[in-house]
C-alpha cells in the first residue's frame, strides 16, 4: 500500500530535549514536506525537500532541522524544543501534478 | 504569488442536501487545484485535484468541482450529504505539474453534517 509513515503519532517531551519526529515513504517521490497545523493558522510548511541531499526552508523553519540521506526517508530534529513547537505535525510526498500523500500526523506537546 | 481563500471557516448542512464549500485562488499562471479532506485525528487526503483538463472535476466520495477561471473559483460540491462527510476540508494551490511546485493551502472549513 503506497503510504507515508510517520512516528511517533503522539509524543510529549520537556522544554530543550532534543527529539526525532521520523517520516518515511514507499512511492518513490522526489519531493518531500513538512507541515505544522495549528489552529487558527492552517498548514504551514517548515522544510522540503526535492531530492536526495537537497533540503530548503519553508514559511517557519526556526527551531527544526531535516535531513535527506535517502529518498525515502525526511526526519524532522528538534534540537532544542520550545512550548510554541507543541503542534501537529504532518509529513508529505509528492511526484507530478498528483497531489501530496500525507502522513498521519504527529501531535507533539513541549511542556 | 499564489494565495487560497476559502469563504466560511465553517458549514453546516442537513444530512441530503447539497454540499457546497468555497474556493478562490490567485495565481499568476494556470494553475494547479486540489481539494483535500481531514478526519479527526487523521491526515489529509486527497479528493481530488485539476490540471488543466476538464473543468468538471470528479473526485472520491461523490464530491465534484469546477474550475472557472473567470472567477478564478474552485468551488466543491456534493449533491446529498452524508453523516461521513462531517470533516475539514482544505483547497490548495500549485502553480505548476512539478514535483517542485510549492503548493498554497486554504485555511480550512469544517464541516459539520445535520442528522
Known amino acids: 500500500e503506497a503510504q507515508v509513515t510517520q512516528n511517533p503519532r503522539y509524543l510529549i517531551t520537556v522544554t530543550g530535549k532534543k527529539l526525532t519526529v521520523t517520516c518515511s515513504q514507499n512511492m518513490n517521490h522526489e519531493y518531500m514536506s513538512w507541515y505544522r497545523q495549528d489552529p487558527g493558522l492552517g498548514l504551514r510548511q517548515i522544510y522540503y525537500s526535492m531530492n536526495v541531499e537537497v533540503t530548503d526552508k519553508g514559511d517557519v523553519p526556526e527551531g527544526y532541522k531535516v535531513s535527506r540521506k535517502e529518498k525515502r526517508n525526511f526526519p524532522l530534529i528538534l534540537e532544542s524544543p520550545s512550548p510554541n513547537q507543541t503542534s501537529l505535525y504532518f509529513c508529505?510526498?509528492?511526484?507530478?501534478?498528483?497531489?501530496?500523500?500525507f502522513g498521519s500526523g504527529t501531535r507533539l506537546t513541549v511542556v | 504569488a499564489q494565495s487560497v481563500t476559502q469563504l466560511g471557516s465553517h458549514v453546516s448542512v442537513s444530512e441530503g442536501a447539497l454540499v457546497l464549500l468555497r474556493c478562490n485562488y490567485s495565481s499568476s499562471v494556470p494553475p494547479y487545484l486540489f481539494w483535500y479532506v481531514q478526519y479527526p485525528n487523521q491526515g489529509l487526503q486527497l479528493l481530488l485535484k485539476?490540471?488543466?483538463?476538464?473543468?468538471l472535476v470528479k473526485g472520491i466520495n461523490g464530491f465534484e468541482a469546477e474550475f472557472k477561471k473567470s472567477e478564478t473559483s474552485f468551488h466543491l460540491t456534493k449533491p446529498s450529504a452524508h453523516m461521513s462527510d462531517a470533516a475539514e476540508y482544505f483547497c490548495a494551490v500549485s502553480e505548476g505539474g512539478t514535483s517542485y511546485d510549492k503548493v498554497i493551502f486554504g485555511p480550512g472549513t469544517s464541516l459539520s453534517v445535520i442528522p
Open positions: 485539476y490540471t488543466s483538463a476538464a473543468t
Open positions: 508529505a510526498s509528492k511526484t507530478g501534478a498528483g497531489g501530496y500523500t
